[in-house]
């Protein structure tokens, strides 16, 4: 009797480890943002995985303190992260709001995209600033840009 209720239990355990073993692969995104004029505020982003609400309502926000501000680069690593599509805009947030400053339509701070597309007039496409996120650890660049002159 205490044999099969001992294999009744193995038996009813087996599944939760069969889908513990196929849980989503993880990575770590690491981002290196370039062409930052100073180390005053924020560097903030949101993150889109599919064009639903690019990039106005990011499906995750992240923001870090620019105190290690070297020569206008920082570099922020992102544990954790399913893997998949994603596409990034950036705001380099001098006076820590949260928000893109602007005067007549135009940013007064920093800004920029993943894959560093060219900008016009309106803001790139999610396809366009699109990546993948495929591998334990990947690394990506996005260049500031400053439609204003300033510091």
């Given at each position: 009797m205490r044999k099969t209720i001992f294999f009744a239990m193995?038996?009813?355990?087996?599944?939760?480890?069969?889908?513990?073993a196929q849980s989503t692969p993880k990575a770590t995104?690491?981002?290196t943002f370039t062409g930052i004029r100073n180390d005053i505020g924020l560097i903030a982003i949101g993150i889109n995985s599919s064009p639903d609400g690019w990039p106005r309502?990011?499906?995750m926000e992240l923001n870090w303190k620019k105190t290690s501000v070297v020569d206008?680069?920082?570099t922020a690593k992102i544990e954790s992260m399913n893997y998949g599509t994603y596409a990034i805009s950036v705001?380099?947030?001098q006076n820590?709001?949260?928000?893109m400053d602007m005067v007549l339509g135009i940013p007064k701070e920093g800004y920029g995209f993943?894959?560093?597309?060219s900008v016009g007039i309106s803001t790139p496409k999610f396809n366009v600033c699109a990546f993948i996120l495929d591998k334990p650890f990947v690394k990506i660049s996005i260049d500031l840009r400053y439609t204003l002159k300033g510091r």
């Open positions: 193995i038996l009813c355990c087996l599944p939760m480890l069969v889908v513990q995104l690491e981002i309502n990011p499906q206008g680069v920082f705001l380099d947030d820590s709001n949260l928000e993943s894959n560093n597309p």
